[in-house]
């Protein structure tokens, strides 16, 4: 039987860094449903279609082809068969993630492509409704979270390390704009499974921050 871990969370949680490398050093494959739905908002951006648009996202979805490629572990994201990994990362994008997600056609598409990964590996799958609805008989569920202001700062560092140059105060503002519409929106609202442990990150270092969470796997298995 495959092992499942479940890990959701608020948008800069560190849930992609810190399942990543809890996936390295136990041996899973990490899967990052984001970056799924960011694939999808960069293809419907691109084309130049409103991403919280239904009329204009879903008559799209037949021309996407999201895939996850590991290579020596690592996780690659491509749609139709281009490497947008780095091209995924960016606050347009991910207040398209948002948009697109909120599309009850777009959680479909993407859902049998999540289910089969976790049905063949043992996993360390994140994002939002994970443990609510993708894999809710996973056997480990986690529900990582931080404060708002600690998210937001992890999110500038980490854009302005990689030579962009948002301000805080509109990386604060599209972290809360993101809490409330991935906690409003009417279908897969990001919550808390009632299963899940809670684990908040918002005093710890990454490196203690990663050592509670696979504490807490192990623990489960």
Same mark, same amino acid.
Do not use: W
């Given at each position: 039987?495959?092992?499942?871990?479940?890990?959701?969370?608020?948008?800069?949680?560190?849930? +992609?860094?810190?399942?990543?490398?809890?996936?390295?050093?136990?041996?899973?494959?990490?899967?990052?449903?984001?970056?799924?739905?960011?694939?999808?908002?960069?293809?419907?951006?691109?084309?130049?279609? *409103?991403?919280? +648009?239904?009329?204009?996202?879903?008559?799209?979805? &037949?021309?996407?082809?999201?895939?996850?490629?590991?290579? =020596?572990?690592?996780?690659?994201?491509?749609?139709?068969?281009? &490497?947008? +990994? !780095?091209?995924?990362?960016?606050?347009?994008? +991910?207040? !398209?993630?948002?948009?697109?997600?909120?599309?009850?056609? $777009? #959680?479909?598409?993407?859902?049998?492509?999540?289910?089969?990964?976790?049905?063949?590996?043992?996993?360390?799958?994140?994002?939002?409704?994970? !443990?609510?609805?993708?894999?809710?008989?996973?056997?480990?569920? $986690?529900?990582?979270?931080?404060? &708002?202001?600690?998210?937001?700062?992890? #999110?500038?560092?980490?854009?302005?390390?990689?030579?962009?140059?948002?301000?805080?105060?509109?990386?604060?503002?599209?972290?809360?704009? #993101?809490?409330?519409?991935?906690?409003?929106? =009417?279908?897969?609202?990001?919550?808390?499974?009632? =299963?899940? $442990?809670?684990? &908040?990150?918002?005093? *710890?270092?990454?490196?203690?921050?990663?050592?509670?969470?696979?504490?807490?796997?192990?623990?489960?298995?």
């Amino acid at each position: 039987m495959k092992i499942n871990v479940a890990v959701d969370g608020p948008a800069g949680a560190g849930k +992609s860094t810190l399942a990543k490398a809890a996936a390295k050093e136990l041996g899973f494959i990490y899967v990052d449903t984001g970056a799924l739905y960011r694939s999808i908002a960069y293809y419907v951006i691109k084309k130049g279609a *409103d991403p919280k +648009s239904a009329e204009q996202v879903v008559p799209l979805l &037949d021309e996407i082809n999201p895939e996850l490629r590991y290579t =020596d572990g690592v996780q690659h994201v491509f749609v139709n068969g281009e &490497d947008v +990994s !780095g091209l995924i990362r960016t606050p347009e994008i +991910s207040m !398209g993630a948002s948009g697109v997600s909120a599309i009850p056609q $777009v #959680r479909e598409f993407l859902f049998k492509l999540q289910k089969d990964i976790a049905a063949e590996n043992n996993i360390i799958m994140d994002g939002r409704d994970i !443990g609510t609805v993708v894999l809710p008989h996973a056997q480990v569920k $986690v529900y990582l979270t931080a404060s &708002d202001k600690v998210r937001a700062d992890r #999110r500038y560092k980490e854009l302005c390390e990689k030579g962009q140059a948002p301000s805080y105060d509109e990386v604060l503002a599209d972290i809360r704009q #993101r809490d409330y519409n991935d906690m409003n929106r =009417d279908i897969s609202p990001l919550r808390q499974a009632e =299963d899940a $442990v809670l684990l &908040d990150t918002s005093d *710890d270092t990454l490196e203690q921050a990663l050592q509670r969470l696979v504490s807490l796997i192990k623990e489960k298995m």
